[in-house]
């Protein structure tokens, strides 16, 4: 965006995005008045910060944040606040669990073939996942966290994280193995089904119409009595008329 220009809102900066994404609205200030105060907060900073670090003999990045710590934004307060109109807060609490993801620099990339992503004069190797074997032409986002580690995410997939470094962050818990030697278990999405109720006719009894016959109870001084054993008759001998005419059993038979 030139000066002068109005904000685009359909390219956001990171400030832009994040504000969108916990949903504060943000008001552009165009009036002379609005930016006549934020150019002298600027001037401010810009021509009395750099005395004070000279003044104080530092010379290093670390030895700033330090002295901004400890020293010169608490004086700075002090010196140019002025105390609230009215009493009670604008603020409210948030929601989101995430915000570990929304206050990161967000950067967009394609997945080279040799399944890396880079910016500028970093690049990250991503490993091959379970859902795609290579991302290779896939558009994928890069979150540059505030300690300095940064995160690969293919969607709502986190394929990467790696250190200031670049070298890989891997987690504490070891993962499950799955397949062959390892356990199969996965946790089902849906509910347990619910007992059909003629799946449980054996577990509990249902009366039915006509009720069933019961054998008759015998006392117990008495037996019940055994069945008497049928007798075989005794298996008649096969006969046959020769051509004589004659009538004779089968074992008496002469070829």
């Known amino acids: 965006m030139k000066e002068g220009e109005k904000v685009d809102k359909h390219r956001l900066t990171q400030v832009g995005r994040a504000m969108k994404e916990l949903g504060v609205q943000m008001i552009a200030a165009y009036s002379p008045q609005a930016r006549g105060r934020s150019e002298r907060s600027f001037g401010t900073w810009q021509g009395r910060l750099p005395q004070e670090l000279r003044l104080a003999g530092i010379a290093t990045a670390d030895g700033a944040n330090v002295f901004l710590r400890e020293r010169y934004i608490g004086a700075f307060n002090a010196h140019f606040s002025m ?18 993801w929304i206050f990161t620099v967000q950067t967009e990339r394609v997945v080279a073939k040799d399944n890396t992503v880079a910016i500028r ?25 505030l300690d300095e580690t940064v995160s690969i995410r293919y969607g709502p997939h986190v394929v990467g994280r790696y250190n200031s470094e670049g070298g890989k962050l891997t987690d504490g ?5 799955r397949g062959k030697g390892g356990s199969m278990k996965t946790k089902s999405r849906f509910p347990p089904a619910p007992t059909l109720p003629w799946k449980s ?18 006392p117990q001084e008495k037996q ?20 004589s005419g004659q009538i004779t059993n089968y074992q008496n038979r002469t070829t």
């Open 224 to 243: 019940r009595p055994k069945p008497k054993p049928q007798k075989r008759r005794p298996k008649r001998p096969r006969r046959f008329v020769s051509q």
């Open 173 to 177: 818990t070891p993962k499950e193995r």
């Open 121 to 145: 004069e970093r690049s990250w190797q991503i490993d091959k996942t379970r859902f795609r074997h290579s991302l290779a032409g896939s558009t994928v986002t890069i979150h540059e966290h």
């Open 83 to 100: 105390p609230a109109a009215e009493k009670g807060t604008a603020f409210r609490r948030t929601g989101r669990s995430d915000l570990n």
């Open 201 to 218: 006719r054996q577990k509990r009894e249902i009366p039915t119409f006509p009720p069933r016959r019961q054998p008759l109870p015998y």
